[in-house]
């Protein structure tokens, strides 16, 4: 595998899909709020747009010939922290689910970290694979469908709730299996290369 170096531009601060992405960071927080208040279909309405708005930056990033190093940061940073508010939010609402929900904030710790790990190291952290996109869909259906039915019908099962937070860890998990398998294939590549580069020196 190559070397995908790290490169910032001014001009990707203003990409399409980079943009995008700020509206999921932006969507955070009216989330929050009306989760909190009680509001659950306001709640429910960011949500959904946040996670449709997940599923087409990537689109428009390859349509519109913007796929840039930064924005391969800010995707995964913006679905951290949203799953990070959703998170707290849903053990507020749901204690009971916390084991399940601590598992899904692990799994993105872990990536984020090794995501920083790549970038210290002058690497490009990989775009969003499709079990990546599967681990997020998931995530976004189970919250939208909790939420919903709450706020909708005043609807609550605690049985529905954990296999639909169980079913998404199970495919995040998934994920971070298969970005764990690119991360150390990176990190193998990378000191590969640095020991080459050592030895040539030393010559």
């Known amino acids: 595998m190559d ?17 995008i992405t700020y509206i999921r960071f932006i969507l955070i927080l009216p989330f929050a709020y009306y989760f909190l208040k009680g509001n659950y279909m306001y709640a429910a309405v960011c949500i959904i747009i946040s996670g449709l708005s997940d599923c087409f930056d990537g689109f428009a990033a390859r349509k519109l010939n913007q796929v840039t190093s930064l924005g391969k940061v800010l995707d995964p940073i913006a679905d ?11 053990v507020i609402y749901i204690p ?7 598992t899904l904030l692990l799994k993105d710790v872990l990536m984020l970290l090794g995501g920083a790990d790549l970038v210290k190291k002058g690497l490009t952290p990989p775009s969003a694979n499709w079990y990546g996109k599967l681990g997020t869909i998931v995530f976004y259906f189970s919250i939208c469908v909790i939420v919903f039915l709450k706020a909708v019908f005043q609807y609550e099962n605690f049985a529905l709730d954990f296999t639909l937070l169980s079913v998404t860890a199970l495919t995040m998990f998934f994920a971070l299996y298969q970005y764990g398998k690119i991360y150390f294939q990176m990190i193998k590549d ?9 030895d040539n020196k030393n010559k």
């Not at 009971?96 to 601590?102: E, H, I, R």
């Open 3 to 19: 070397k995908e170096v790290w490169e910032f531009k001014i001009s990707d601060l203003i990409t399409v899909p980079n943009i």
């Open 80 to 90: 951290k922290f949203t799953l990070f508010v959703v998170v707290i939010c849903m």
């Open 96 to 102: 009971a689910v916390l084991p399940v929900l601590v």
């Open 190 to 198: 990378y000191n590969n290369k640095e020991k080459i580069v050592s």
